[in-house]
């Protein structure tokens, strides 16, 4: 029973699913066996918005208690508080409930250890193998206890205005729009940028597990009513998180929805520009297969390199780790700042880009970067399914460019680039593509897309 459930939901970050698998009594035992795994000491646990989010915290101290940890309870607050209080409290690790920006029937659990590193699929597999196990309760006089921390989002807080130009913040009275999804960045946003002495004004700021507003992923279509109100208020710029608040879009002051993927080149630009200063990390970036060449054109500007990792915040994390670089993150608005925390932190990045805003409008900061035109899409199909189109593509597109394997299929072309991957969460594979037109880019992903529904054709014809 759990072993499917594992091999099903195991993804990129942490263990996710519907509350038909995702029950109490697997969030204990999971609990219990990250307690073993970690060293049975001091555990954070964090949840986010969602209806079922008291419920499976209840069950994860549970589960951690019995393996004999010391439990500190951080209630509602954003995944980033969380890994950043690892660090703060001298933690042994946390478990975040939160699956992030999927729908509000979804949860998940998400594994952070004593460096503040989420714990991909491939460390998570000792979690697993101690899970089987079945370990029992600790005995009754090892059991140590729940402590409930309920100041860790003041201390995020202090921490953001400790690492940005507050004062000149303030004195540019920024006009912003915040949309908070429903989820935990309504706790800490509003509160944030008003200390920063901006004009605020929130949509979706109620934290609500049901998310009433809009659908917690801030998609162009999800987030329609922020760029309305950004182009009515005049304001500086929207920012909209997804429901942990770990991920971000930006709004710029002409109503224009800025990708995940340009955000977070800006994002390392301004890294870049803070480590010119001080010097004080190796000259790389770090970010997924699927992120755009963008990096590559600001890491030359800067003498550095861009190295790649697998699609999935553990894996970037672990990498920043251990290049010590300046900046991580992918294409879905994620940015680590490794000079704070390794975590991604949507917070953060919103107020780094707020105090860019200060000098240069968003859409001129933008405008600034080269340009590049992306194109996405997905197949639905089967679990194994999936694996077997990206091996075919393998074979069939591996020779038509420079190929990179380290996640499904990257293939370099002389105008382009483009990427197909099985999802590590849903039975589909996606497929990316760049290029310096969009004309270009949709090609490209049109191509492989064809290809891909041929396939399956052919497939279901001769059955």
Request: glycine letters at 10%.
């Amino acid at each position: 029973m759990w072993g499917d459930f594992l091999a099903k939901y195991f993804g990129t970050n942490g263990i996710r699913g519907k509350l038909d698998e995702m029950t109490p009594e697997f969030a204990c035992r999971m609990a219990a066996a990250f307690g073993i795994w970690s060293g049975r000491g001091k555990i954070l646990v964090g949840r986010d918005t969602r209806t079922s989010g008291q419920m499976l915290s209840n069950a994860v101290c549970a589960g951690l208690i019995s393996a004999g940890c010391e439990v500190l309870e951080l209630g509602v607050v954003p995944a980033p508080t969380v890994e950043l209080m690892v660090h703060k409290l001298g933690a042994d690790g946390a478990i975040t409930i939160t699956a992030s920006h999927n729908p509000p029937e979804w949860n998940a659990l998400k594994f952070v250890d004593s460096k503040c590193i989420a714990v991909s699929p491939e460390r998570g597999e000792g979690i697993e193998k101690i899970f089987e196990k079945a370990t029992g309760t600790v005995e009754w006089n090892k059991i140590r206890g729940k402590t409930a921390y309920y100041g860790a989002i003041g201390e995020h807080v202090s921490t953001i205005l400790a690492n940005v130009d507050a004062e000149r913040i303030r004195r540019r009275k920024l006009k912003i729009v915040l949309d908070c999804g429903n989820g935990t960045a309504g706790l800490i946003a509003p509160r944030l940028f008003r200390q920063l002495g901006c004009r605020v004004l929130t949509l979706n700021a109620q934290p609500d597990g049901f998310f009433p507003g809009r659908n917690s992923e801030p998609t162009r279509e999800n987030i329609r009513d922020l760029i309305e109100s950004v182009k009515a208020t005049g304001a500086d710029m929207g920012i909209a998180w997804d429901g942990d608040a770990d991920r971000v879009i930006f709004i710029d002051e002409k109503g224009g929805y800025i990708i995940g993927d340009k955000s977070f080149a800006l994002s390392a630009k301004l890294a870049m520009q803070r480590n010119r200063r001080t010097g004080k990390r190796s000259n790389t970036i770090v970010t997924t297969v699927a992120t755009t060449d963008l990096l590559k054109d600001i890491a030359r500007e800067f003498a550095g390199e861009v190295v790649y990792t697998k699609v999935g915040g553990p894996y970037i994390a672990e990498k920043v780790a251990e290049l010590n670089s300046v900046s991580g993150g992918e294409e879905a608005g994620g940015v680590i700042w490794p000079d704070v925390h390794i975590g991604k932190d949507g917070i953060l990045t919103a107020a780094r880009i707020a105090e860019a805003v200060c000098d240069t409008p968003l859409s001129r900061l933008i405008a600034s970067l080269p340009r590049y035109f992306n194109a996405k899409t997905k197949i639905m199909c089967g679990e194994r399914e999936k694996l077997e189109l990206v091996e075919r593509m393998k074979r069939e597109e591996g020779r038509a460019g420079k190929a990179t394997l380290i996640d499904g299929i990257r293939v370099d072309y002389k105008d382009g680039w483009c990427i197909m991957r099985a999802s590590g969460t849903e039975n589909l594979v996606r497929i990316f593509a760049e290029a310096k037109s969009a004309k270009k880019a949709g090609a490209l992903a049109a191509k492989w897309k064809k290809k891909v529904e041929g396939w399956m054709r052919n497939k279901k014809a001769s059955k």
